[in-house]
Antibody, heavy 123, light 108 residues
Framework: DVQLLESGGGFVQPGGSLRLSCAAA????????MTWVRQAPGKGLEWVAS????????QYADSVKGRLTISRDNSKNTLHLQMNSLRAEDTAVYYC????????????????WGQGTLVTVSS | EVVMTQSPVTLSVSPGERATLSCRAS??????LAWYQQKPGQAPRLLIY???TRATGISARFSGRGSGTEFALTISSLQSEDFAIYYC??????????FGQGTRLEIK
């Protein structure tokens, strides 16, 4: 079974940093692009960033570009999201998800999601 | 950016009846559309991709249709576990991948 387990969320002050991780199991990690999607409290889903299977291609939402960095360690089957210069509007549950088919960042759905990790940015 | 608009915002249906949820794209997206179900405190779960293909393990009570700009998710014979929030997502034009605002399906 595919398993995705996020960690690293917590409480941070505006301007601070956090590093989220997502441990993957049950599939060939390097063969699939991965993504982060967030959900602010009581709100809908917002795509944040994606990375190709080999880590060579990344894409970001405009709202996080230059502040959040997606990366992956295929030797450890782990996805990361480095979050810098955090703002109150970054407060959300962050989900990692697996692309359904493609190894590159492309036209594809997200077939498996982790349970999420909550990031709260507040003074 | 492709804007996805779901209707209605809330749909009240009795158990055993059929529910139809709609999703409209601001520009044609071929069949590059997915539907997700989310229950309180849980992660989204993929139901339908490529507009009409059921994901692994998804009941045949869930069906999707549409292409271009108009899409629909139909749930036949609603069961208690189906009451949740449903999101559509386009993956034809990216970045960004965009989601609808969600439709809350509640028990009537």
């Amino acid at each position: 079974d595919v398993q995705l387990l996020e960690s690293g969320g917590g409480f941070v002050q505006p301007g601070g940093s956090l590093r989220l991780s997502c441990a993957a199991a049950g599939f060939t990690f390097s063969s699939f692009a991965m993504t982060w999607v967030r959900q602010a409290p009581g709100k809908g889903l917002e795509w944040v960033a994606s990375i190709s299977g080999n880590g060579g291609e990344t894409q970001y939402a405009d709202s996080v570009k230059g502040r959040l960095t997606i990366s992956r360690d295929n030797s450890k089957n782990t996805l990361h999201l480095q979050m810098n210069s955090l703002r109150a509007e970054d407060t959300a549950v962050y989900y990692c998800a697996k692309y359904g088919i493609v190894v590159g960042v492309g036209s594809d759905h997200f077939d498996y999601w982790g349970q999420g990790t909550l990031v709260t940015v507040s003074s | 950016e492709v804007v996805m608009t779901q209707s209605p915002v809330t749909l009240s249906v009795s158990p055993g009846e059929r529910a139809t949820l709609s999703c409209r794209a601001s520009q044609p997206i071929s069949s590059n559309l997915a539907w997700y179900q989310q229950k309180p405190g849980q992660a989204p779960r993929l139901l339908i991709y490529d507009a009409s293909t059921r994901a692994t393990g998804i009941s045949a009570r869930f069906s999707g249709r549409g292409s271009g700009t108009e899409f629909a998710l139909t749930i036949s014979s609603l069961q208690s576990e189906d009451f949740a929030i449903y999101y559509c997502q386009q993956y034809n034009y990216w970045p960004p991948y965009t989601f609808g605002q969600g439709t809350r399906l509640e028990i009537k």
